[in-house]
């Protein structure tokens, strides 16, 4: 506490002038100078750790934000395998996370990563919805198919003879039931061919050249058929070697 070396008045606290007669209190100044100057001593080291945390929360938001739109590039390429995506979203919430507790902003890099990852993930969603009523449609069409080929095989019933149409029905209900060469993804099977010929050598028949495309192969393969007479006639095996009819 102060008085006005003038007037004697007392001066209020924090300051260094009479109110009354507005002298200067020599001893208040530098009572206050020293007050300001201990403040900003025990400031300082605390104002130069909140810049150092300030700038490691700023690289940890630009690291994330980083990843976020790397992933998010990525993304669109991995539109079946929506890994990046994921990886996106998370390196842009963590980004997100890491701004809020560090009070910088969110860059930019991290919300264009974040939107092509959403988008990216869109299209994985469209995509594999695609595929679900791709092969919905496919196992629907090899059914009726099968019913149809059921249906001409039991008109042939126990006939010893193995004419072409009746080969070729007996070889394509086969190949759609057992798969092919390892393949039995049957629904993938396309542009089914019976173009060979029957040789029949008594009780059993061979027919080479039954070509088709399968979805393990990008050309079309060639499937041999061998058929058997039993009560009547049915397929035996498919394969690519020969039926071994002998002479
Ligand atoms: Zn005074």
Redesign the pocket.
Known sequence: MYT?E??G?ILAANTDQ?A??G?VSAAARRQLQADAARQQAVAAPIIAQQAIARRVAQMNVEQAAGRSLMWGVLSPFFVCLPFPSVLAVLAHNRARRLAKEGGVELPTRAKVGYWLALVSGLGFVVCFVAICVSVYHDDQRVDARKVELAKIIAAKGTTPVLDHDFACALAEKSLLTDGFAGSTDTGSFRELECAGSVRILKERAEMTDFKLRTSSSSDKVTATICFKHGNSWFVERTGTTSCDLGQ
């Open positions: 006005c003038r007037c008045a009479c009354y007669c002298t």
